[in-house]
């Protein structure tokens, strides 16, 4: 018995310092847990007794949990039909200002063409207008 308790005593020194295996874990807990336990150690038998009840403890009560994944799937939902709209909407605003230039450039280009044949209206005016000076001119020396 008496190489049994230093054996003990050994043990629990490494379980106190957190060096013990299992298999001497498992050997304190019978000695601690048995009725034959050394007056010196008796402080340590509670503790092992504690440690054996607690594994046997089973927490029975049904326990509730809130599931908070609907209001987050419907977060998730709107978020992302908030998204499409907003990126169909600056698609829309994007097109609608390339029309806006598109139709700028094109009054643009029209006016510039318009210019220009008024220069060429002008130039074939004073043509018309020489052209009948032109002919009163050689109508009169004819006559």
Not at 14 to 19: N, Q
Not at 92 to 107: E, H, M, P, S, V
Not at 120 to 136: R, V
């Amino acid at each position: 018995m008496h190489t049994d308790l230093n054996n003990i005593e050994r043990l629990l020194e490494k379980y106190l310092e957190a060096t013990t295996s299992l298999q001497e874990e498992a050997l304190l807990k019978d000695y601690f847990t048995s009725d034959n336990v050394a007056p010196h150690l008796q402080e340590y038998r509670s503790m092992f007794q504690y440690f054996a009840q607690s594994k046997t403890e089973r927490y029975t009560k049904s326990i509730r949990l809130e599931t908070k994944n609907q209001k987050r799937k419907w977060i998730g939902i709107a978020a992302s039909i908030i998204l499409l709209v907003g990126v169909f909407a600056f698609n829309q605003y994007q097109n609608n200002l390339a029309t806006k230039k598109a139709y700028a450039d094109t009054q643009n280009a029209l006016q510039q063409i318009a210019t220009h044949m008024n220069k060429g209206t002008i130039a074939i005016g004073q043509l018309n207008k020489f052209e009948q000076i032109t002919q009163k001119v050689f109508k009169q020396e004819k006559e």
